[in-house]
């Protein structure tokens, strides 16, 4: 076991503040937008769930990054896992849809606030798989290797698949690809993985329902099915012409309101009707400049298992913000997706916090203590 002689205020100095100004720009772009949209007593309430959601995710922030994540990891990684496991096992089981009609069950209700799990097991996946990785880093391309690696992912894919959720599996899908290849696994196996997709694609289309075939081609073009599977990614499109460059003000826009869920999945289309192409083009030169400090961060670390985590929150931030951006453009499948820092939501918004929260005890032990010793 280890023993550190660091003062409080000496982490706090190695926090990354740049991956946290990041945060704090694209919340503040989330909050003004809600604020311009609150027109009625429900959209105040958003308002005040979204900045509270962002200021415990701020505290969140400041207490993990005194945490040693890999202390932490060395005692917990097993319980962490069974937890992850049981937790999106009861959402399955007892899980609701997002609305009455929906047939997911990705959401739990605790009657005073609406949870979704798989949001929080992102952040115990990373960790776990990241000290995974870490354990079988030497023998990574041995075929039992890979083979527990993939049970790993697959069991908590797998549930999350069971529950509905489409959006979050392809994200935790992505999760798993990203550590493994900067891991160092060998890209034969990526190339037998695509070669096995490849083969099977002929099998399962045909199986899909037509609506399921629909909504994958409509996402491509949504101009096939207009009425249907192509009005949000329609009505978004407009909603962000409409914006122009200087937008239609915070409390200007009126396309936007036209798009279902334009506050949740299509929350980029309010936001670049408002404040035009100089908003959304900050939001993304914000959560670029995010991801290659992520990037900065995984490639210095001074362990594996941390350099692992990192590239695991690179991959939550990259790809929900590529996926949701590209279904409000009607570039890609509408997928259920939140946009990180923007979309409204208690439970992305404190997740998005916490994906960051780990990175960040990765930031503050990050060098080797002074009077570091070792105890059997």
Known sequence: MKEFSVSLREKLRRIDYVILLCAIGMTVLSVLALLGDAR????????????GAALVGLVAVFIFSLIDYEELLNKLVLPLFIVSVLVMAFTWRFGVGPTPDSTNRCWIDLKFVMLQPSEFVKIAFIMTFGKHIDIVKEKINRPLTVLSLCIHGGIIIGLVLLTGDLGSALVFAAIFAFM?????????????????????????????????????????????????????????????????????GLYGGSYYRLVPAHETDFFFAMVAEKFGFFGAFGYMVLMGVMIVRLLYLARSARKDCGANICVGVVAIMAVQAVENIGMCLG??????????????????????YLYIAVAESVATHNHKYYFERERA
């Open 40 to 51: 009625t007593d429900a959209g105040v309430r958003r308002v005040y769930m979204q900045a």
């Open 180 to 248: 493994l290849f900067t891991a160092g696994l060998s890209m034969w196996y990526f190339a037998a993985a695509f070669l096995i997709l490849v083969l099977l694609f002929p099998y399962v289309w045909p199986r899909l329902h037509p609506y399921q075939r629909n909504r994958i081609l409509a996402g491509f073009n949504p101009e096939i099915d207009p009425e249907h599977v192509g009005y949000q990614p329609l009505k978004s499109r407009a909603a962000i012409a409409a914006g122009g460059f200087r937008g239609a």
């Open 331 to 352: 570039m890609l499948p509408v997928v259920g997706i939140t946009l990180p820092f923007l979309s409204y939501g208690g439970s992305s918004m404190l997740a998005c």
